[in-house]
């Protein structure tokens, strides 16, 4: 049988609950929201003179708790109209609607009996063969199962996201004792393909496998803070970024999720797995429970391991909490002689080394952290899982690792991590050693474009499941190289398509991503059927070099300028006219440039959580890549007949203006960045590549043609000119931007207004392309726009000067 998912009915409508809500309804699935009926009414609905019978009292609690979760930002759900495909109700009105569901997903408080009576009334009401399911985070599915019927045993198990269900791909699938293979196979590949997740099927053991070893990492740290006499942004400092963690590290992350989930966790665990050997490390250091009794959870209760406070000249700063004291106190810089050392090592995995070999505190931390984390996962194989592949998997998407433990391991060398284990005065598991004995002197290795895992019981490096979906440019980077550079790699992807990574720093685009986009383009037009631009950074472009535009119009070198700007301009025109075609796949930060080589692509295929606009008014340019041209064009194919075409093109002008950037690539067709019926959205980023080569194939045979350069693009000349700079005059007489913003929409007005001409007429790209270079360059001359550039450069942020 074909299963598909077309409604899906979410029971309990709290943060969980409307998250997940709200992510069906991103993937276009029919959602039914449930809750309980309140039990008395509030002082609103008494004032309304309203009864515990009324409609909208009745569904007041689920109704809230959606709107709450719409309102919250992040937002759980990628474009506003999508919370449409939600109906909500109660579950005494409602229940018997779930027998049109296709899935049901409890998302209860986590008590058992609660639970049991969900089931029970679910029960009479679910048709037979429908999938049933809880997002449970700790109680053992075995339990729920008990007292239910044969069909429902056989098609319920544990489903657990992990919060946000938008932006945390964990997805972990915990089968109950009779739960049917076919019900598991439809979890897993439903997870990573509609739902975008890394779907990682765990045991029936207290909290699963994400938490089981998450908490345990940040369990750990809380104990090795007091022995190692630590501050909180010390350990920060050594648990973010540099070793490809969140930037929330340690103490920022728990304030966010909340000390009292992560207690409550941990507690469960304490009680749950009395054998762990680290069992003791999961009672609570005496510092979190002071924090606990004085409800200091984070940021629900405004203050945690940091709190923000207001000071006299009503600018704010933030205290962190002395762990020895418990009082707050101003932040204290955290600065190690090790973390100087790892500055100039570009990739995460090659800094462990360094980091494990220093001689200050940052080393000791280090060694005496990841011995711990090592010992514990191999000895948790096969407690709670039999591959270890799985707990990385969990690592990566639910705690946002770059790497999972044993590919840290890997990073560190299996014997040197052994070593470091029992000089800590631990004890790997027996099958480590084993695998060093069998000839694996590693947990992974990479063969023919594919990742092999160290499998236990056979006793030897087996493929890891799954990646057929899937291209991994880490994976065929080196063996299928056809051309590199300073700031690319281009990759033969097969069947006569080629893949451009960008490898410059934070993916900007300067002369060598030209150079090699360019070089690309040659050798696919000369021998291979299309082209892809497609990359695994953290963004896919955060735009142009901004540095060598500030050091060239410093200089005053403007004719390098020019010519550099021209470049751009021209390798631009390229994507879009060369003859053969192009694909390009952003993810994630999509700007400035960035933006604008998506613009310019025959077909874009974005992830779902891209961020794409044109930001150059923050660094006090135009778009010059193109950008402004391709907004001006954009807005001429919308005009038609009797239309207010000044609207179609004010509504583009705007979107360059006000620098906007969608926040999913939903919201992006909005902005006409995306155009609908051409570009897509995949919603797993590891099959955006694999998708995107398909495009591009599919567009080679089906006999793709060169276009033909445009010339017939409609411009509004001074009607359109005089209307906006009668705009920007009264934006700064309303004070809502400065002279120098004025002056830059105003540059910005007169090229996509197509000049200061007396009528509507038609031009072609390059007319528009030429005002663009000319603004971008004229404003580049100005000192306040150097100003910006520089504080870009400097602080990472737009000055508004």
């Not at 009915?9 to 609950?17: C, E, K, L, T, Y």
């Not at 992560?262 to 469960?268: E, I, K, Q």
């Amino acid at each position: 049988m074909k299963r598909r998912i077309n409604k899906v009915a979410v029971i309990g409508s709290g943060i969980m609950g409307s998250g997940i809500a709200c992510h069906f309804a991103n993937i276009g699935v029919e959602v039914l929201l449930l809750d309980i009926v309140p039990r008395e009414l509030n002082e609103q609905e008494k004032k309304k003179g309203l009864t515990l019978e009324d409609k909208q009292v009745r569904n007041r609690l689920v109704n809230q708790a959606l709107q709450d979760a719409l309102k919250s930002k992040p937002s759980p759900i990628y474009h506003k109209d999508f919370a449409s495909r939600i109906k909500t109700g109660n579950l005494e009105d409602d229940i018997s609607k779930v027998s049109e569901a296709d899935w049901i997903i409890e998302v209860v408080v986590e008590r058992l009996d609660i639970k049991k009576k969900v089931f029970d009334n679910l029960e009479k009401h679910r048709k037979e063969g429908t999938l049933i399911t809880s997002n449970t985070s700790g109680i053992p599915i075995q339990l729920m199962n008990e007292g239910r019927s044969e069909d429902f045993k056989k098609h319920f198990c544990g489903t657990h996201f992990f919060n946000p269900p938008r932006y945390l791909r964990l997805f972990e699938i915990i089968p109950g004792p009779d739960t049917s293979e076919e019900v598991l196979e439809f979890l897993n590949e439903y997870g990573e393909k509609f739902l975008g997740k890394t779907s990682v099927v765990a045991k029936d053991t207290p909290a699963f496998i994400g938490n089981r070893i998450g908490i345990f990492s940040i369990m750990s740290l809380f104990h090795m803070v007091k022995e190692m006499d630590m501050t909180v942004e010390e350990v920060d400092k050594l648990t973010g970024p540099v070793i490809g963690r969140p930037k929330s590290a340690t103490f920022r992350t728990v304030d966010v999720v909340g000390l009292d989930t992560l207690v409550h966790v941990a507690n469960g665990l304490y009680e749950g797995v009395p054998n762990d050997e680290q069992h003791e490390l999961f009672k609570l250091p005496e510092f979190i429970q002071t924090m606990m009794d004085n409800k200091w959870l984070g940021s629900k209760t405004g203050q945690g391991f940091y709190k923000k406070e207001k000071k006299k000249d009503g600018s704010s700063e933030i205290l962190t909490l002395d762990l020895d004291s418990m009082e707050y106190r101003e932040g204290k810089k955290a600065n190690f002689a090790t973390l100087e050392q790892t500055k100039s090592i570009d990739k995460v995995e090659d800094r462990f080394e360094v980091l494990i070999n220093g001689k200050d505190k940052a080393g000791e931390f280090y060694r005496k952290n990841l011995a711990a984390l090592f010992a514990y996962v191999s000895n948790r194989i096969p407690e709670i899982t039999d591959e270890l592949y799985k707990i990385d998997d969990a690592m990566r998407a639910g705690f946002g690792w770059e790497h999972g433990p044993f590919q840290i391991w890997d990073a560190v060398g299996v014997k040197k991590g052994i070593e470091m284990i029992k000089a800590e005065g631990y004890e790997p598991a027996g099958w480590v050693n084993e695998m060093l004995e069998s000839g694996s002197d590693s947990f992974y290795t990479v063969k023919d474009g594919n990742s092999y895992y160290y499998d236990i019981p056979q006793k030897k490096q087996v493929k890891v499941p799954g990646q057929d979906a899937f291209i991994i440019l880490d994976n065929i980077r080196e063996s299928k190289k056809v051309f590199s550079n300073s700031g690319v790699v281009v990759e033969d992807l097969g069947d006569g398509i080629l893949n451009v990574e960008f490898r410059s720093k934070m993916n900007t685009i300067g002369g060598d991503v030209l150079d090699g986009l360019n070089k690309a383009i040659d050798m696919a037009e000369r021998d291979y059927q299309g082209l892809v631009v497609a990359n695994n950074g953290a963004n896919f472009s955060v735009g142009a070099n901004i540095g060598m535009i500030f050091m060239m119009a410093v200089e005053q070198e403007y004719e390098e300028l020019n010519m550099a700007i021209k470049y751009f301009q021209d390798t631009m025109m390229r994507m879009r006219y060369s003859s053969i075609p192009t694909v390009a796949a952003p993810h994630a930060m999509t700007l400035g440039g960035g933006c604008e080589l998506s613009l310019h692509a025959d077909k874009v295929v974005a992830a779902a959580e891209t961020y794409i606009g044109l930001v150059e008014f923050g660094v006090g340019v135009i778009p010059g890549g193109g950008g402004s041209k391709e907004m001006t064009v954009r807005a001429s194919d919308t005009y038609k007949k009797d239309d207010v075409e000044l609207n179609r093109l004010r509504e583009h002008f705007l979107t360059i203006a006000m620098a906007k950037v969608s926040t999913s690539a939903h919201e992006a067709f909005d902005l006409n960045i995306l155009q609908k019926g051409k570009d897509i959205v995949v919603v797993n980023k590891d099959r955006q590549l694999a998708i995107a080569k398909q495009h591009a194939l599919l567009m080679a045979e089906n006999g793709y043609t060169k276009p033909i350069h445009r010339t017939d693009i409609k411009v509004l000349g001074k009607q359109a000119l005089g209307t906006f700079m009668v705009g920007t005059d009264q934006m700064v007489a309303g004070k809502y931007i400065s002279e120098h913003d004025r002056k830059i929409a105003n540059k910005l007005a007169y090229v996509m207004s197509g000049g200061d001409l007396s009528a509507a007429t038609m031009v072609s790209e390059q007319y528009l392309l030429d005002l663009e270079r000319e603004a971008f360059l004229s404003l580049t001359g100005e000192r306040k726009t150097l100003e910006r550039l520089q504080h870009m450069l400097q602080k990472g942020k737009p000055l508004r000067n």
